[in-house]
């Protein structure tokens, strides 16, 4: 007795990637228009043109289903160039992350994900370690490549110096959310190069001041 082997094509895989990709547009579309509170499986579906059955096959429930989707989208590696100088791989930097945070889909999404991170520790968990990752791999680049080029020292750590690269624009667009003209980023980039210079110095211990003066006889410490 034999059994025949059956082949099942390529595009019947149980979890399709074409679906799977149809699955997360929609969740980033339901929450740049409902926000998280009110994003449901019924209308993710409807917006993927798949059936619920579908999405529950991928994730369990909302949450697992909104962090993962999130987190895929937090983690990607921005491609940045070599410039040839630390400003200029600064600048490549903050055009790039500007353009992202000021997409309609980002502007709309992440604040709602703060928000909802300020209630809910396991949005806030995930949210702090996708982010964390993605800012920790952009920092060893740009710190390793300007240490190669003698414009950091040895040791400089993109850990301590990530937050000194992001922050400026991030409150810029995020936060305050203030209009970047032409001239902002050039001049962002010289004084985040300049600020990573400073930062990366080695410590020097904090001068004292002059001795104490000996206010029973009115001259300083040292007596006659």
Not at 22 to 50: K, P
Not at 63 to 88: F, H, I, N, W, Y
Not at 107 to 115: H, K, N, R, Y
Not at 194 to 223: F, K, Q, W
Request: aromatic share 2%.
């Amino acid at each position: 007795m034999t059994i025949e082997k059956r082949r099942v094509p390529a595009g019947a895989a149980v979890l399709r990637d074409d679906i799977t990709t149809a699955i997360r547009g929609a969740v980033m579309h339901e929450l740049a228009a409902v926000g998280y509170g009110r994003l449901s499986i019924e209308a993710v579906a409807r917006r993927a043109g798949v059936s619920k059955t579908a999405i529950y096959r991928r994730w369990r429930s909302k949450l697992e289903l909104v962090l993962a989707v999130v987190s895929k989208v937090a983690v990607q590696r921005l491609p940045l160039p070599d410039t040839g100088t630390l400003r200029g791989d600064l600048e490549m930097l903050f055009m790039i992350m500007s353009h992202a945070l000021r997409h309609p889909l980002a502007s709309q999404i992440i604040p709602d994900l703060l928000a909802e991170a300020a209630r809910n520790p396991e949005i806030a968990q995930t949210l702090q370690s996708a982010l964390q990752a993605n800012q920790h791999t952009i920092g060893v680049l740009l710190i390793e490549r300007a240490v190669e080029r003698g414009e950091l020292p040895e040791g400089a750590d993109p850990g301590a110096l990530m937050d000194l690269i992001v922050g400026p624009l991030y409150w810029r667009i995020a936060i305050a959310r203030t209009p970047l003209d032409a001239a902002d980023l050039p001049r962002m980039a010289a004084a985040v190069a300049a600020a990573l210079g400073v930062a990366s110095e080695p410590h020097r211990p904090v001068d004292s001041g002059p001795a104490p003066i000996d206010t029973t006889t009115g001259s300083g410490s040292n007596r006659s």
